[in-house]
């Protein structure tokens, strides 16, 4: 595996090379870094909206420490769930950005855990600062989660318009 980097921070000419046996080599570029952070914006809202129904439903109970630890599971199981299941949360979705890992299939679900977990840490000391930092450091535009989970944001793949016939499946 390589990476290249055209000799600047020009987001268009990074890139990392795949190779493999079978198939021509897989070029994952990084997610452009304009287009992560509109996505962490949508999903940012997407989260207050949550915790804003969350805490108007944990007002009829008394205040304790569970309300902390309902509005943190429910982040976790945002950004989890969701990039298990689709491989991206609403905001990544909308930017047309997915997480695969180095082989450039979709997230796994010990991916997603383990990327999701360590986000916690990522938002330290205070929204995403560490994060942030760490992946502006990384030619691979990774955060800690990423480096963890071995997992790279990158964008979405076109869709054919042409694809090829399927194969006959009965002979």
């Known amino acids: 595996m390589s990476l290249t980097d055209g000799g600047g921070l020009n987001e268009d000419k990074r890139e990392i ?10 070029r994952i570029a990084p997610a452009p870094l304009k287009k992560r ?10 989260i207050a909206l949550a915790w804003f129904l969350l805490i108007n439903s944990l007002r009829q109970a008394p205040a304790t420490m569970r309300s902390g630890l309902y509005l943190a599971t429910a982040s976790f199981a945002y950004y989890f769930l969701l990039e298990w299941a689709f491989s991206c ?23 997603s855990f383990k990327r999701n977990l360590v986000r916690f840490v990522d938002w330290l000391p205070l ?12 030619h691979e535009r ?18 054919d318009i042409n694809p090829p016939p399927a194969p006959f499946l009965f002979h």
């Open 142 to 159: 990774q955060r800690l989660g990423d480096r963890v989970a071995g997992t790279i944001v990158t964008s979405a793949p076109e869709k």
């Open 89 to 111: 949360t609403l905001g990544k979705g909308v930017m047309k950005l997915r997480v695969v890992n180095r082989e450039g299939d979709p997230c796994t679900l010990g991916a």
């Open 37 to 46: 952070l509109a996505a962490s914006i949508i999903d940012s809202i997407v």
């Open 127 to 138: 929204l995403y600062a560490l994060g942030g930092i760490i992946m502006l450091t990384s």
């Open 17 to 26: 090379t795949i190779e493999t046996l079978s198939t021509p080599r897989a």
